[in-house]
């Protein structure tokens, strides 16, 4: 157990829906990181939040957005959705922004778009 | 652009057969090399960071190795349990986030 939770853990959605997913993270971490993770593929960055702020970002378009919250806890949000966003979408978070801390992942939501 | 290829995709073994899996590497400075074991369905689980060149690390039957240019995942007398994928991922020095490779999908036959 890592102490980072995801909810929901499965999700269906129609196209062009949106969705929000949530996550919260291990007690004492303040930086928390979205991964999107397709069949048979290894995880991929779309962004990181850290006191509230967005601290980087991948190669993922507009409307893939997230929010972190006081408590640290964090949303991510997809509007407009497509079938190619259907994933694992995992949450991991550490400990300040410098890099080499542990990243530890949740079990991750698993939505797919129909 | 920093990449990961890990090797072979997929790995069969008997109980008790020791192998190894490779991670290959190029990245801009490195902060971290992190190994990950996944099983169907989960997130990943943190296993290893490793960070500079000449280090080892081990945790049961499992032994992490690091050169400049590839990692080693070693497994000793592998168990069934240990089936699932592992992931190799490195970490550049200053960002934020983690470029994972595919993952070596291991099954240990009894």
């Known amino acids: 157990e890592t102490g980072v939770t995801q909810s929901p853990t499965h999700l269906i959605k129609t196209r062009g829906q949106q969705v929000t997913l949530r996550c919260s993270s291990q007690s004492g971490h303040n930086t928390v990181s979205w991964y999107q993770q397709a069949l048979g593929q290894g995880p991929q960055f779309i962004f990181q939040?850290?006191?509230?702020?967005?601290?980087g970002r991948g190669n993922f378009p507009p409307r893939f957005s997230g929010l972190q919250f006081p408590n640290y806890s964090s949303e991510l949000n997809v509007n407009a959705l497509e079938l190619d966003d259907s994933a694992l979408y995992l949450c991991a978070s550490s400990f300040g922004t410098i890099s080499g801390n542990t990243i530890y992942f949740g079990e991750g939501s698993w939505l797919t778009v129909v | 652009e920093d990449q990961v290829t890990q090797s072979p995709e997929a790995l069969r073994l008997q109980e008790g057969e020791s192998s190894s899996l490779n991670c290959s590497y190029t990245v801009s400075g490195l902060r971290g090399l992190f190994w990950y074991r996944q099983d169907p369905g989960k997130g990943p689980e943190f296993l290893f960071t490793?960070?500079?060149a000449g280090e080892e690390k081990e945790k049961e039957r499992l032994k992490a190795t690091l050169t400049k240019k590839e990692s080693f995942l070693h497994i000793t007398a592998p168990k069934p349990e240990d089936s699932a994928t592992y992931l190799c991922a490195v970490q550049a020095q200053g960002a934020q986030k983690l470029v994972f490779g595919q993952g070596t999908r291991l099954t240990i036959n009894p």
């Open positions: 490793l960070y500079s």
């Open positions: 939040y850290y006191r509230e702020e967005e601290n």
